[in-house]
């Protein structure tokens, strides 16, 4: 099933001067890695008879995605399609998947196949330079999944084909972030049956064996970022989602550090400076889509939440559920009544991130290519193919998904 399309045009800017689109790093200097970030809006279809799945339509988060060949994938997610979170509304998971391909006007979406089950949360990872894409984890209505899908495309046909990896992890696992190095896949963060994750492990993409690897240097991370630049594994971002309400020191809070490992002898992890965009501009990296090219290695990051205000909110969260312990019915009241208002302020008071970045490692910096108010989601596909970068779907705020698609041109 598929549908053409001819409708990507550029993005609509309000005043003439802001069509000439500008790269800056830090302190506002020309970057380094782009002269010109030129973006295009890319029309994905919407037509319905192509989703078998109407909520999907109005756009997801925590979705699967990624690149294999000259093909874009999306797919998976989760939104609240009926009633709003604010008043009480159920997240639904998706199982569908879908291809985009084309080149300047002309897109075509394709309906690839069902996953086994409906997830959310889990980690996409390329393989064999890009030719090849796993989807590994994740967690839907029916609970979290250690299956492993590979997404592949046929030589005679030319067509995306979805199949079962030959081995699965051995437990239920989403919410982390996985690299592939070596023949291994590495994973880390998020859950495991229940339980946080505060190990590295490797998964070997030869016989399935799961061995533990390291500990993590400073506990256990929700929504952390993993990739391998020249043999050294980078861990960025994530939260403590807060422990046992009876226990001191178990609050919530946001990672501030990140890491690197050697992976050719991975006996300690070497911290690296705090993230940040500029001086005082803390990155968070929580909600952050990040993509790395298979042919160059290059690493890209797009959005992502402001951190005050997502430790607000988990530590409102965090107190919740102390009130309901303690059967306090005024707290509990008032901090739920805090929250709703939390969920109904407009966009901007979100302060998502505008910014697509950069990696230069041996800098350790991450460099601002460019800053635009599409960037600022959380949650989205981001994937990288050569000078392009393509970003699909996300929060617009908590609660709220976009279906828009984006193309970045970095030549």
């Given at each position: 099933m598929k549908y053409l399309h001819s409708k990507a045009t550029l993005l609509p800017l309000l005043v003439s001067f802001a069509l000439a689109l500008f790269s800056c790093g830090e302190g506002g200097s020309a970057s380094s890695y782009s002269d010109v970030v030129n973006i295009s809006s890319v029309e994905i279809s919407r037509d319905s008879v192509l989703y078998a799945e109407p909520g999907f339509l109005q756009g997801v988060s925590g979705a699967f995605g990624g690149a294999v060949g000259d093909t874009y994938i999306y797919g998976?997610?989760?939104?609240?399609?009926?009633?709003?979170?604010?008043?009480?509304?159920?997240?639904?998971?998706?199982?569908?998947?879908y291809a985009l391909s084309g080149k300047g006007e002309s897109w075509e979406t394709t309906f690839i196949s069902f996953l086994p089950k409906s997830l959310a949360y889990g980690a996409s990872v390329s393989l064999g330079g890009g030719d090849m894409l796993l989807l590994v984890g994740g967690v839907g209505e029916r609970g979290a999944s250690g299956e492993i899908m590979m997404l592949s495309k046929m030589t005679d046909t030319g067509e995306i084909r979805l199949s079962k990896y030959p081995f699965a992890l051995p437990f239920g696992w989403y919410e982390g972030a996985a690299a592939e190095h070596?023949?291994?896949?590495?994973?880390?963060?998020?859950?495991k049956d229940g339980e946080l994750v505060t190990d590295l492990y490797a998964f070997s993409l030869r016989s399935g064996e799961t061995t533990k690897v390291i500990s993590l240097p400073d506990g256990a991370r929700l929504q952390p970022n993993l990739f391998v630049i020249d043999?050294?594994?980078?861990?960025?971002?994530?939260?403590?989602p807060g422990g046992d309400v009876r226990i001191p020191g178990q609050?919530?809070?946001?990672?501030?550090?990140?890491?690197?490992?050697?992976?050719?002898?991975?006996?300690?992890?070497?911290?690296?400076?705090?993230?940040?965009?500029?001086?005082?501009?803390?990155?968070?990296?929580?909600?952050?889509?990040?993509?790395?090219?298979?042919?160059?290695?290059?690493?890209?990051?797009?959005?992502?939440?402001?951190p005050v205000l997502f430790q607000d909110a988990i530590s409102r969260g965090y107190l919740l559920k102390k009130?309901?312990?303690?059967?306090?019915?005024?707290?509990?009241?008032?901090?739920?009544?805090?929250?709703?208002?939390?969920?109904?302020?407009?966009e901007s008071r979100y302060r998502f991130s505008p910014r697509l970045l950069r990696y230069d490692h041996r800098q350790d910096h991450w460099n601002i290519l460019k800053d635009s108010a599409i960037f600022s989601t959380a949650g989205a596909v981001l994937a990288a193919k050569?000078?392009?970068?393509l970003m699909i779907g996300g929060e617009r705020k908590p609660g709220v998904r976009t279906f828009d698609a984006y193309l970045c041109n970095m030549k």
């Amino acid at each position: 099933m598929k549908y053409l399309h001819s409708k990507a045009t550029l993005l609509p800017l309000l005043v003439s001067f802001a069509l000439a689109l500008f790269s800056c790093g830090e302190g506002g200097s020309a970057s380094s890695y782009s002269d010109v970030v030129n973006i295009s809006s890319v029309e994905i279809s919407r037509d319905s008879v192509l989703y078998a799945e109407p909520g999907f339509l109005q756009g997801v988060s925590g979705a699967f995605g990624g690149a294999v060949g000259d093909t874009y994938i999306y797919g998976g997610g989760c939104n609240f399609p009926d009633i709003p979170v604010a008043d009480g509304g159920q997240k639904v998971f998706y199982k569908s998947l879908y291809a985009l391909s084309g080149k300047g006007e002309s897109w075509e979406t394709t309906f690839i196949s069902f996953l086994p089950k409906s997830l959310a949360y889990g980690a996409s990872v390329s393989l064999g330079g890009g030719d090849m894409l796993l989807l590994v984890g994740g967690v839907g209505e029916r609970g979290a999944s250690g299956e492993i899908m590979m997404l592949s495309k046929m030589t005679d046909t030319g067509e995306i084909r979805l199949s079962k990896y030959p081995f699965a992890l051995p437990f239920g696992w989403y919410e982390g972030a996985a690299a592939e190095h070596g023949k291994s896949l590495y994973f880390t963060g998020g859950w495991k049956d229940g339980e946080l994750v505060t190990d590295l492990y490797a998964f070997s993409l030869r016989s399935g064996e799961t061995t533990k690897v390291i500990s993590l240097p400073d506990g256990a991370r929700l929504q952390p970022n993993l990739f391998v630049i020249d043999g050294y594994l980078f861990l960025f971002g994530g939260f403590f989602p807060g422990g046992d309400v009876r226990i001191p020191g178990q609050e919530p809070y946001v990672h501030r550090t990140a890491w690197k490992l050697n992976l050719s002898a991975p006996k300690s992890w070497e911290k690296l400076n705090t993230p940040e965009a500029m001086p005082g501009s803390p990155l968070s990296f929580i909600g952050v889509a990040v993509a790395q090219d298979q042919v160059s290695g290059a690493v890209y990051a797009v959005g992502g939440v402001d951190p005050v205000l997502f430790q607000d909110a988990i530590s409102r969260g965090y107190l919740l559920k102390k009130a309901v312990f303690r059967r306090d019915a005024e707290a509990e009241a008032r901090l739920k009544e805090e929250h709703r208002s939390y969920l109904l302020q407009p966009e901007s008071r979100y302060r998502f991130s505008p910014r697509l970045l950069r990696y230069d490692h041996r800098q350790d910096h991450w460099n601002i290519l460019k800053d635009s108010a599409i960037f600022s989601t959380a949650g989205a596909v981001l994937a990288a193919k050569g000078d392009e970068l393509l970003m699909i779907g996300g929060e617009r705020k908590p609660g709220v998904r976009t279906f828009d698609a984006y193309l970045c041109n970095m030549k």
